[in-house]
């Protein structure tokens, strides 16, 4: 029988990627030509209606349906001089990929003849027969109705020559069904909350807007071998692998030079998504062979949110293009770095302030200070919520495999500003402090300017603050941020709430107003300080520090999960109206079925290749051993026999022994998961956890050996070498 590796290796020795070319436009010409922005709009929309969706997009209007049946036409007419044939809502279900059901604009009319329609309630609201999303039993089938609704912040764009509508998913009694939802309420409570905190010091700033700029690593993988591996096309991931003699150890490819394939794949990509208006911008190889990395220039959190997940749609389509296949996996290889998304967060005015960006006056420094330290209290008191945002099958495998940020959540602030917060904190009464020559006046410190160059840095912090932003490093590659992002809003509006009602409850005892601020943000100070680590996270030392500090160390999803309904997080947000009780209910049924279906299917697949794939081949390979020490027996005098066979003997022994041993470890494996599969929701995520995953590691053991061991003409499948190192 053909051996599929084979195939698919020959494949790639001739394989011709792509003939890609940039075309002669410089990008500025066709940059966001695929979105109805606001030249577009400016084009396509009576004056009246323009406004209108302006003031919609930035005052959060309603906007008439008598408007909305103007926009509609003006889009429509837009769409289809690009080639739309058809319109979608566009939106994100709790499934993490984004969702699309097409619809032609076309409509019979009398004659035998059709014309293109859309109307204004076509483009506001839709009801997709959506039964079959994941609802976390909100949605019972009965009252199976959900419905998108135009998201009008968020440009509608063409791809395939579909026009798509950026849209929420709620269900019919109004429940969030969606990433998006809770994400755009996160936004609008912490504007409320921080520009309320902002008018202490400026009353011109009325708006404020959390701003994110994601990093998304990434693998390519050649898409024949990719298909010889049914477990990376199945799960996303290699279940087995011995590691290729050579991989990341030389620390030759991060940074390297790119490799013209993967340069084309990028270039295409780029094309691809800055038609669209995704304003990417670097591009690099990471740290494991055949890694990259790709990062735009930070927006509006919804917008960028949308763009990643737009961005990550576009690379699985453009590498099959490049016959590459690309692994969003969170860790597709053993041993080798596996995959994050790196969102950088902050906080912008209308006035073009970034709030995180330490100033060159006292006053804005001051104000600086007060956003840093609400958002560490803001991260102390609720590092759990943040945890459980980031929790899923693939990031278990990331956080602390010590290469990505332990599953410990901790915060980075560098030298100068520990220094400069340690010294507010020692400051007992009111005068002028000297901190390293700075002079500090209004009992304030200055921060000294040196901060502005960002070079202090801590890799391996999985929350760390690099000049002017957050970068949260724990994110998994797959994720949509939505879910990291709403958290991180929602945890810091409602501690900025809280700010101001600590200092306002101070100025009401006639204390100065800065006096005020001054002596709430120094007992944050004081109170969160748990949660600030400047060293090796990475490190064992930290794991023990960690835990004297009372900081969870939550390993696994299951575990992790648990904190999104319990008693705090559920009032926290119902009290800032993003979810309520029984739609974060749904979120955790919903990712505990996640989590447990994702380990299932990886133990079935496992199982699978091991007994159909595996042992075979092993038992094959024993036999021609066999075959060929009874030959040997034959032409060889016994005392030669015996000595020249040892080795061959002890292979024929070890192959039996592991073969022996995968059939006895699937088989115990199989029990698990029955028992797990007959406990109920909460039990059974967790029997998956602690009775399943373990075996997974086990059997692969043994597979690994037997890689080394076999005859690599009989080896079934793609090994870590091809995988890895062909382009
Ligand atoms: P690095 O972290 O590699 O030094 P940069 O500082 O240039 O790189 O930024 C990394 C990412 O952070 C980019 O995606 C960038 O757009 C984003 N970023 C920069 N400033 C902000 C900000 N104020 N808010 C959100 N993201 C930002
Ligand atoms: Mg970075």
Redesign the pocket.
Known sequence: MANIRFIALEATLTRKRSDFKLPDRKVSEYFGEMTFNREAMQEYLTREAYQKLINTIEKGETIERKIAGQIAAGIKSWAISKGATHYTHWFHPLTGSSAEKHDAFIIPVEGGKAIENFQGNELIQQEPDASSFPSGGIRNTFEARGYTAWDPTSYAFIMENTLCIPTIFVSYTGEALDYKTPLLKSIASLDKAATAVCKYFDKNINKVYP?????QEYFLVDSALYKARPDLALTGRTVFGHASAKDQQLSDHYFGTIHESALLFMQELEYESHRLGIPI?TRHNEVAPNQFEC????EETNISVDHNQLLMHLMEKIARKHNFQVLLHEKPYKDVNGSGKHN???L?TNTGL?L?SPGKTSTSNFRFLVFLVNVLKALSENSEILRAHIASAGNDHRLGAHEAPPAIISAFIGTQLTETLNLIEKQTKKGKVNTNGFNLNINIPKIPEILLD?TDRNRTSPFAF?G??F?FRAVGSSANCAGPMMALNTIVANQLKLFKEDVDKLMQKNVRKDDAIFQVVKKYIKESKKIRFEGNNYGDEWLTEAEKRGLPNVKNTPEALKALISNKTVKLFEECKILTRRELDARYKIQLENYTKKIQIESRVLGDLAKNHIIPIAIRYQNTLIENVKGLKDVLDSKTFVKLSRNQMQTIKEISEHVEEIKTQVSLMLEERKKANRMDLEEGAMAYNKNVLPYLDIIRKHIDKLELMIDDELWPLPKYRELLFIK
Do not use: I, M, R, Y
């Not at 701003?211 to 990093?215: H, K, S, V």
């Not at 990062?295 to 930070?298: D, E, G, S, T, Y």
């Open positions: 701003t994110l700029g994601w990093e911008k990062a735009p220039v930070f950088n967060w902050s912008a970034n995180l960002n690099t002017n932003k970068e």
